[in-house]
């Protein structure tokens, strides 16, 4: 089955700098590559999302890039501020069957002041 | 704005009892998901329902069962808890196979 990887585990950036979490996964059958944020005693709530067929996507400060070539896949998040504090998920899903997410291990993100 | 409900944000249990973990969503969702979340493991998906009364199981679902019997609700069922169940619940619901997965805000599940 799919299996995905994060990393890092834990990042700590300046207000202002930008921050970047990556991912890899394992299955090329994979076509569909949401993130997730999730602040403090909230569920995660989705951020961005990119589909196989795009090779990258930005909304504001946020933008996600996918080689599907080498399986993985990235979130870059500029400008960062303090409410971009945060845990962030990758995840990936098959489009075989239900929409089966499979999630990397979490990145908790800091912006220092 | 969708609303995905769990019915307690705490829980405390002792071990052997059965433990029911209620879900509901109020936006017609097909799809329904029960993972759970450990440090360092990110979420694991335990079972997840595509209609009612049907259930498939997900990657960890030993120990766990499931009830779909309305659309709109979704419940969890530890039938013995152990204390290596402690761990937050979530649960999610989305509407078609490829739509964004809603979250509920979880449940921390002590079993003592």
């Known amino acids: 089955g799919e299996n995905v990887e994060q990393h890092p585990s834990t990042l700590s950036v300046q207000e202002g700098d930008s921050a970047v979490i990556k991912c890899t996964y394992s299955d090329s059958a994979s076509n569909y590559f949401p993130w997730y944020k999730q602040e403090l005693g909230k569920g995660p709530q989705l951020i961005i999302d990119?589909?196989?067929?795009?090779g990258e996507k930005k909304d504001q400060r946020i933008a996600v890039t996918l080689n599907k070539t080498a399986k993985h896949f990235s979130l870059h998040i500029t400008e960062t501020q303090p409410e971009d504090s945060a845990v962030y998920f990758c995840?990936?899903?098959?489009?075989?069957?239900?929409?089966?997410?499979?999630f990397g291990q979490g990145t908790r993100l800091t912006i220092n002041p | 704005d969708v609303k995905v409900t769990q019915s307690s944000r705490y829980l405390v249990k002792r071990t052997g009892e059965k433990v029911f973990l209620e879900c509901v969503q109020d936006?017609?969702?097909?799809?329904m998901f029960w993972y759970r979340q450990d440090p360092g493991l990110g979420l694991r998906l335990i079972y997840f329902?595509?209609?009612?009364?049907?259930?498939e199981k997900g990657d960890i679902p030993e120990g766990y069962s499931v009830s779909r019997e309305k659309k709109e609700r979704f419940s969890l069922i530890l039938e013995s808890a152990s204390t290596n169940q402690t761990s937050m619940y979530l649960c999610?619901?989305?509407?078609?196979?490829?739509?964004?997965?809603?979250f509920g805000a979880g449940t921390r599940l002590s079993v003592l």
């Open positions: 329902s595509y209609d009612v009364k049907m259930k």
């Open positions: 936006m017609d969702h097909e799809n």
């Open positions: 999610a619901s989305s509407f078609g196979r490829e739509d964004i997965q809603y």
């Open positions: 990119i589909r196989s067929n795009v």
């Open positions: 995840a990936a899903s098959s489009s075989q069957g239900a929409q089966k997410l499979v």
